[in-house]
């Protein structure tokens, strides 16, 4: 099984909302990410999560708040967005490759959300 | 900090033409990878390149990685209609890290 599910596929919430999107992947995967995308732009990373610890925060604002229950779960909480937020938000899982020396492991990407902040 | 650039943005090709799009590393890489995202999609995983000079092909598809493993190239050959989608470049920008390419844009006219 080569699939990393998203739910859900589409979202459209008010500023004054918390909702949260759910990743998962049952490959065995220790390394999850969190992407954001706009429109004619390439994936931006936002987290990324290494054997269910916070590895990487690029300086996402804290209205985005991630959260890796187990190895095969990845959530990302959503509080007070702004319009500017709308987004396509990918989540994604690799190998974590060795501490400290680079990746050499493919990406596998969800289908996305399609985050829309009215 | 370190940037990668793709050229050229856009493509419109003619089914049955050839296809090249370039991507250039501000700093020396130690691999790299190649993503294809179709229209409304995500992006898909479609080789990653390791050795200097190292050529690979896959069908229509040959993904080159330069001596100074500072730039990679992807070349289709014959487009179809399939083809059609963003391609991306991405290499490692430090621990758990990959840096995304600006994207090259294919369309192919049937």
């Known amino acids: 099984d080569t699939e990393v599910t998203q739910t859900p596929k589409h979202l459209v919430m008010g500023m004054t909302n918390k909702k949260s999107l759910k990743c998962e992947q049952h490959?065995?995967?220790?390394?999850m990410y969190w992407y954001k995308q706009k429109a004619k732009k390439p994936p931006e990373l936002m987290f990324v999560?290494?054997?269910?610890?916070?590895?990487i925060n690029e300086s996402v604002p804290s209205r985005f708040s991630p959260e890796c229950p187990n190895s095969s779960l990845l959530n990302l909480h959503l509080h007070a967005l702004q319009p500017e937020d709308s987004a396509l938000y990918l989540c994604?899982?690799?190998?974590?490759?060795?501490?400290?020396?680079?990746?050499?492991?493919?990406?596998?990407f969800g289908p996305g959300t399609r985050l829309t902040v009215t | 900090g370190q940037q990668v650039m793709q050229i050229p943005q856009y493509q419109h090709v003619q089914e049955g033409e050839d296809f090249t799009t370039y991507c250039n590393s501000s700093?020396?890489?130690?691999?790299i990878q190649w993503y294809k995202q179709r229209p409304g999609g995500h992006p898909v995983f479609l080789i990653q390149?390791?050795?200097?000079?190292e050529v690979k092909k896959q069908k229509r598809l040959t993904f080159q990685f330069g001596e100074a493993k500072k730039n990679s190239s992807l070349h289709i050959t014959a487009t179809q209609t399939t083809d059609v989608g963003t391609y991306f470049c991405?290499?490692?920008?430090?621990?758990?890290?990959?840096?995304f390419g600006t994207g090259t844009r294919l369309k192919v006219l049937a």
């Open positions: 994604a899982s690799s190998h974590p490759g060795l501490a400290g020396g680079p990746l050499r492991y493919e990406q596998y």
């Open positions: 490959m065995g995967h220790r390394a």
């Open positions: 999560y290494s054997y269910e610890k916070l590895s």
């Open positions: 700093t020396t890489l130690s691999n």
């Open positions: 390149l390791v050795k200097s000079g």
């Open positions: 991405a290499g490692p920008g430090g621990t758990y890290k990959y840096i």
